[in-house]
């Protein structure tokens, strides 16, 4: 299976921010993955200024984004697993990319019903097929 190109897609934005004199920010679905000051959450979201001029130490993994950052005079940690990553857009014209809140949760339940439609055609048509439950209820558009 490939690796995700999200990490990729979020990295080219931020330098096409850059490039063009824009400030990044990353819009991101907190949960307890992450670590944001609660403070600045709203409706299990924070948007945060990922510029160069607000962050220290900025690593933009293939897991998770990472930062040093000044939160209303307080130095702040912030982690962010990609996968919780919603949006990153320039603040000045909202240029950008969105992301599907949870695409990697649906991809491992697609992963879970294929291996399960699988092992049903490996024990005939007379095995029974267990359910599968992935938590909350995923719509997915197709195309």
């Not at 299976?1 to 897609?9: Q, W």
């Not at 824009?22 to 991101?28: D, N, R």
Request: charged fraction near 20%; aromatic fraction near 6%; include cysteine.
């Amino acid at each position: 299976m490939l690796p995700s190109s999200k990490p990729y897609l979020i990295r080219a934005i931020y330098e096409w921010c850059i490039d063009n004199g824009l400030t990044p920010y990353l819009a991101v679905s907190v949960d307890a993955t992450t670590r944001v000051p609660r403070a600045y959450v709203r409706d299990g979201e924070i948007v945060l200024n990922v510029g160069p001029e607000a962050t220290q130490s900025l690593q933009i993994g293939n897991e998770q984004v990472t930062f040093q950052a000044r939160f209303n005079g307080v130095a702040q940690s912030i982690a962010v697993p990609v996968g919780r990553v919603i949006a990153i857009y320039a603040r000045e014209n909202g240029q950008g990319m969105a992301f599907e809140a949870g695409a990697e949760e649906v991809a491992d339940a697609a992963e879970h019903v294929a291996a399960s439609a699988a092992s049903m055609d490996a024990n005939g048509p007379e095995a029974e097929a267990t359910p599968t439950t992935t938590g909350r209820p995923h719509l997915t558009r197709i195309k």
